[in-house]
């Protein structure tokens, strides 16, 4: 999905507009494989201090249920635990390096259920990750700034007694017209951004849209791959349409999403289709998030108005943002 990168802030003021856009930037490529994990850092634990416990301890968090491979003739296979081994591309925008690593996965997978163990290790399935990452640069005025990536690569997956899963890996982050800040070093390009969005689409083709509602449930918006699991998911409205039903629901109804306008805006779009969304949607009229610093600019005070638009396009019924009135009418449903 090749889409642009619009680089905008609240504080800053635009430089010039761009004259040129799109140059290539050659990198000197690698045949080496990435690390797969850092190395073990020791360190010594104090002793402990008993101390007397007041409260009970909380309930440990259940793990989360393997999800279902929903793509070719593995369609219906549940997987527990992947191998994974990821490589700089062999193909013609290798780069040598990475900016995503195994280590950078294993949380990813855990949130859909997925224990993820390095190569060689017993596991019930294998996938092998080839990307090659490029930074593109444009001219802004009188100056040269890497403000775009393309990530081209394939993700293998094997399971014994099927056959392989290719999926391919095409991405592209276009230089902006206008920007507010100059990256002058190539290293300094989108490349992680657009390797994780290469990697979600690829992921949610193999285990559907589901894997990205998995992501924006954990709720950790300080992951790059779940805050850009919500906006992957809404720029595929028009593609996936129903199928994308969950992760915008998701969205939508998670605490602190800042695309929550965007998820709804979705919804409405969906129309009918969304009607399992309601009774998620319904809370939002009465409940808001709770203030925190770093979500200040993104006021929730339209939010119930935007919940009873999104409510009436899907159910055709109007009744506000009168929770109670759209409760009683939900239950009331067969």
């Known amino acids: 999905m090749a889409r642009s990168l619009l680089c905008l802030s609240l504080c800053t003021i635009v430089v010039v507009g761009i004259t040129a856009c799109g140059t290539d930037v050659p990198i000197t490529p690698s045949l080496a494989p990435t690390s797969m994990s850092g190395p073990t850092r020791a360190h010594s634990t104090p002793a402990a201090i008993p101390v007397q416990s007041t409260s009970p301890s909380p309930s440990p968090t259940p793990a989360p249920t393997p999800l279902t491979v929903a793509h070719g003739n593995m369609q219906g296979m549940t997987i527990s635990s992947l191998c994974i081994e990821i490589f700089p591309s062999s193909g013609p925008y290798e780069t040598g390096t990475l900016s995503i690593s195994f280590d950078d996965l294993v949380p990813v997978f855990g949130k859909a259920g997925i224990a993820v163990q390095k190569s060689g290790e017993n596991c019930e399935a294998r996938m092998r990750i080839e990307l090659g990452e490029r930074p593109l640069s444009a001219e802004y005025g009188s100056q040269i700034c890497y403000t775009g990536a393309r990530v081209e690569g394939e993700v293998l997956l094997t399971i014994p007694g099927a056959e392989d899963l290719r999926v391919p890996i095409d991405e592209n982050i276009y ?154 009418w939900w239950e009331s449903q067969p």
């Open 175 to 328: 230089p902006p017209y206008m920007v507010t800040e100059c990256p002058t070093s190539p290293l300094d390009a989108p490349m992680e951004t657009a390797a994780i969005e290469g990697l979600l689409g690829a992921f949610s083709q193999i285990w559907s849209y589901d894997f990205l509602t998995a992501l924006i449930r954990s709720q950790e918006w300080g992951n790059p791959f779940v805050s850009l699991a919500a906006w992957e998911c809404i720029t595929n409205t028009t593609i996936g349409k129903e199928a994308v039903l969950g992760c915008l629901t998701a969205t939508a109804t998670t605490r602190l999403s800042l695309h929550r306008v965007d998820a709804l805006n979705s919804l409405q779009f969906l129309g009918p289709a969304a009607r399992p969304a309601v009774p998620e949607l319904i809370p939002l009229l009465e409940a808001m998030d709770d203030p925190s610093p770093q979500y200040l600019f993104f006021s929730n005070e339209d939010i119930p108005g935007k919940v009873a638009e999104t409510l009436k396009v899907i159910t055709g019924q109007d009744f506000g943002t009168d929770a109670a009135q759209w409760r009683e």
